[in-house]
């Protein structure tokens, strides 16, 4: 028999991507430079030449076995070192190669550290808003996702819930920071707030608890921003780094693990995780893209449109009545919809082809999510969509006597 559980995961597929489908066909009708689409996460700025030059020596003056061979299960040795350098650099830790795992992007990364310290039946707390897909993530590994409520005045970590809803059962939490959807970063102060936390219960609790920092748009962070490196403040931390965002290269799935060198089983954990891949089939990304980022591992595409679009952005919504925390970094942002039902207030915005992702899967409904990573030009083309549809709110609330 066919397995019932992903059969019944068919109809529940992925709002943001029904949202960008739509998207698409709406483009066809009427062209893609009429149509505001604000759902999907796709980096719009171009890949650094350095990468593209990189990648095309090794595909035409290499030694076409090394380039296009087999990767070793745990990553490229050579990959694995510069990334440590890469990392001892910038953040202080001393990672050797021993730490690092090489993996299809954020998502296999997260795949793998979930695997390695938990088992089915246990707990892993994450903290709304929070990226949908950690849902399948979590749960399919047969431990259970549990959600802390947002703090909506900040989106920090709502302490106060978090510390009810913690219990022995717990083995990770598992945070996103820069965050997806909200845009805010965690402060040094929320950081080491969570790290006292977590020692304090491994203490009480007698074990480990795993801190799974996924860190997508570690890069993107705005001018004075405070964005702190997370493995910095607990031992037990394990970082899920995708390449995806920084360099523009979603589609290549290349990424990594770096546990903590202060974790307790670091080195074990990352031999591990060559065991896991075996078990869900994952294999090493391509070996002639780990030795490209290998080369700009210390770059990153130019990323400033993204702070230049959130700027203009967040002026215009917030100048029309819209109530939204100011990111920090990512290319999200995340408003409060001006009804009760951000499912309406989402459908009410394709009249004028604005597509917006309603947040109720994100945990924290009422609020919606905008993708703002496309051209600025287009960007300020899509300022008069939002003013309409702002007035006709104003419509709505004069009607009703609420203005
Ligand atoms: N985690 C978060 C918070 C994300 O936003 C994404 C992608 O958008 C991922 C993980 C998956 O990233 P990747 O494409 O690197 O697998």
Redesign the pocket.
């Known amino acids: 028999m066919i397995n019932q559980e992903y059969k019944a995961m068919i109809g529940k597929k992925s709002v943001i991507r029904e949202l960008a489908e739509y998207a698409t066909r709406r483009s066809e009708e009427i062209g893609r430079e009429n149509v505001f689409d604000y759902t999907?996460?796709n980096p719009s700025v171009p890949v650094p030449q350095a990468f593209t030059d990189k990648l095309v020596e090794l595909a035409t003056s290499h030694d076409p076995v090394a380039v296009h061979g087999y990767s070793p299960s745990l990553g490229i040795t050579s990959v694995r070192e510069k990334i440590a350098a890469s990392l001892r650099r910038r953040f202080g830790l001393e990672y050797r190669k021993e730490h690092i795992f090489m993996?299809?992007?954020?998502?296999?990364?997260?795949a793998h550290a979930l695997r390695a310290v938990t088992v089915p039946g246990d707990e892993v707390i994450t903290f709304a808003p929070?990226?949908p897909?950690?849902n399948p993530?979590v749960n399919k590994t047969g431990a259970v996702l549990k959600i802390v409520p947002p703090d909506t005045e900040t989106f920090q970590i709502n302490f106060e819930e978090f510390e009810k809803m913690f219990s022995s059962k717990v083995m990770a939490v598992l945070i996103?920071t820069p965050?997806?959807?909200s845009g805010i970063t965690y402060s040094t102060e929320t950081i080491k707030k969570l790290a006292a936390f977590l020692e304090d219960r491994e203490r009480e609790y007698g074990h480990d608890i795993y801190l799974i920092s996924?860190?997508?748009?570690r890069e993107i962070v705005f001018k004075g921003v405070d964005a702190p490196y997370v493995a910095g403040f607990y031992h037990n931390s394990i970082t899920?780094?995708?390449?995806?965002?920084s360099l523009s290269l979603?589609g290549e799935?290349?990424?990594y693990v770096a546990v903590n060198p202060a974790c307790r089983d670091a080195k074990l954990i990352v031999e591990m995780c060559g065991q896991i891949s075996r078990g869900i089939g994952h294999n090493c990304p391509p070996s002639i893209i780990q030795l490209a980022v290998a080369e700009v591992a210390d770059l990153t595409a130019d990323l400033s449109v993204y702070e230049t679009n959130m700027n203009i952005l967040y002026h215009e919504l917030t100048g029309l009545g819209f109530s939204c925390v100011k990111p920090g970094g990512?290319f999200?942002m995340f408003p409060k919809a001006p009804e009760e039902d951000a499912v309406a207030f989402c459908k009410r915005a394709l009249k004028y082809d604005l597509i917006l992702v309603p947040a109720d899967s994100f945990g924290c409904p009422g609020y919606f999510r905008m993708a703002y990573c496309m051209s600025t030009e287009k960007v300020r083309r899509s300022l008069p969509a939002f003013r309409k549809l702002a007035a006709e709110y104003r419509q709505i609330r004069e009607r009703s006597g609420q203005a």
Do not use: H, W
């Open positions: 999907i996460g993996t299809s992007g954020a998502a296999g990364a997260v929070y990226f897909e950690y993530y996103n965050n997806n959807p996924d860190e997508p748009y899920c780094y995708s390449f995806s965002k979603p799935r290349i990424g990512t999200y």
